[in-house]
């Protein structure tokens, strides 16, 4: 077992994991997570869930703004003298001139199979894709964005249709009960690491808003790919009226119309391959997420509208 253990990770995605680690007994050093975050209105700070949690522990953590160029921060990672780090979601590029400051080097969890879905959203874009499965690769980080050689990849079936809050959650508890054993595998030098076909590579890069509005003349199962791989955030959505409504939950159902054309009373949408999107979820703008019946009964989307 290492003697000791840096972690760098931010969102809930990294909590599993960390937790497993110390649960497990292993000796984490320092973690590191990205820093606080004033909230929309300026009015909150947000920590992150790993410093939550970290917090919560009683482990040390630091929240640097960014590594690069940043020789206080190399200077202390230097001097934790560190058996290896472990790197779930950070959100920052791990400098070149660190990634020799282990002993055994810097090991990643990325939640794609990779080489395919490599960066920021992996999750997303396989739902958005409409992959049958996905899955976690743990890696040794190299220079290059996720391009490093692979250890080991852990699949799960997309084929169900889960939304990306419920695939991020499986691959999280899927990498916290496998961890234990690649760190073990790499101090006793069993991991066996392989490269990447490169040529295989695609990319997954971070979600932009307006990537949710949904086009109504696309497949039914591209536009439920994109409410599934969108939930909850940033949310896939239209605009009616001049009003924002985002799509939380949604079923492939068998209405005809035009592509956008509202063929039931409880807002069943038809799409371009003459089938429809049956909303079950729904936001109005500034308001809270409702069922599908309690939005209908007082909704100005009715039968025959085109949205």
Not at 83 to 98: L, M, N, R, T
Not at 167 to 173: D, G, H, Q
Request: proline share 6%; aromatic share 8%.
């Amino acid at each position: 077992m290492p003697k000791k253990i840096v972690f760098m990770g931010t969102p809930m995605f990294a909590v599993p994991i960390l937790k497993s680690l110390y649960q497990n007994g292993y000796p984490i050093s320092d973690v590191y997570t990205q820093p606080p975050q004033k909230s929309h209105r300026g009015q909150k700070i947000n920590k992150s869930p790993v410093q939550g949690i970290a917090e919560t522990l009683n482990l040390r953590f630091r929240t640097p703004k960014s590594l690069t160029e940043n020789k206080e921060e190399f200077e202390f990672f230097k001097a934790i003298q560190a058996d290896i780090a472990i790197v779930v979601a950070y959100g920052q590029i791990i400098p070149k001139e660190f990634l020799n400051l282990t002993k055994k080097g810097f090991i990643n969890v990325h939640a794609s199979l990779l080489p395919k879905w490599r960066g920021a959203a992996p999750i997303q874009r396989s739902i958005m894709n409409l992959d049958e499965e996905t899955g976690v690769s743990i890696m040794k980080i190299a220079e290059q964005l996720d391009t490093g050689a692979v250890c080991n990849t852990y699949k799960i079936s997309l084929k169900n249709n889960p939304n990306a809050s419920e695939v991020a959650e499986k691959l999280s508890l899927i990498a916290a009960d496998k961890i234990t054993d690649n760190i073990d595998n790499i101090f006793d030098n069993k991991a066996k690491f392989i490269e990447q076909d490169h040529s295989k590579a695609t990319y997954a890069p971070k979600i932009e808003k307006l990537e949710g509005k949904i086009n109504w003349n696309e497949s039914s199962k591209k536009i439920n790919g994109k409410i599934n791989g969108l939930y909850p955030i940033p949310g896939a959505f239209f605009i009616y009226n001049g009003e924002r409504y985002k799509v939380l939950k949604a079923e492939i159902g068998n209405g005809i119309g035009n592509p956008g054309e509202i063929v039931s009373d409880y807002l069943e949408v038809a799409c371009g391959d003459k089938q429809s999107i049956k909303i079950k979820e729904i936001q109005r703008q500034g308001k809270r997420p409702q069922n599908i019946g309690e939005f209908m009964l007082g909704s100005q989307i009715k039968k025959g509208v085109i949205i």
